[in-house]
């Protein structure tokens, strides 16, 4: 009787983990067939341009689908393929004061995102992504501009990642 149901509990187990399909904690839904992924590198084309933006932004991208799915990154030709481009580095005042000075400025990067998912092309797109941080007008950029790039890259790639295999 104990050996029954210890068999009973170990073929429900694996009923449910088969039935389950492709799972992450993540929430990413990527199609079984789906092994490898190959995210180009983002060119930076705006016209304000930062040097370690466009490698910084590409590696975050990487890391995100690397460690947060079970897909393999290659170089070329993956099942899922990310490319595009940034198009906008735009540092603007907001908040003016009564003395037309600016309580604070904002960092903004727009990117351009091509992905095509080659075992479902109803999941393709192409859009751009744009996210901002504010920061006191008193800090000079080049004193917080990697600590807000790096959040702003946070925030793109979470968008990227979320819309080309989370579904949001």
Request: net charge negative; charged share 15%.
């Amino acid at each position: 009787m104990k050996r029954l149901i210890i068999i009973f509990v170990i073929l429900t187990g694996l009923f449910h983990i088969s039935g389950c399909g492709v799972y992450s904690f993540t929430g990413a839904s990527i199609p079984a067939e789906a092994k490898t992924i190959s995210i180009q590198y983002f060119p930076n084309n705006a016209s304000m341009v930062e040097p370690t933006l466009s490698q910084a932004f590409t590696d975050a991208l990487r890391d995100k689908f690397v460690s947060q799915s079970n897909l393999t990154l290659v170089q070329k030709g993956g099942d899922l393929m990310i490319d595009g481009a940034i198009v906008a580095y735009t540092v603007k005042p907001i908040a003016i004061q009564a003395n037309q000075t600016a309580a604070l400025n904002r960092l903004t990067i727009t990117v351009n995102v091509r992905f095509i998912n080659i075992y479902d092309e109803s999941k393709d797109f192409e859009t751009s992504f744009t996210r901002y941080e504010d920061y006191p007008s008193d800090q000079d950029l080049a004193i917080v501009q990697q600590t807000l790039i790096v959040q702003i890259n946070e925030m793109l790639v979470d968008d990227i990642f979320n819309k080309a295999v989370v579904n949001w």
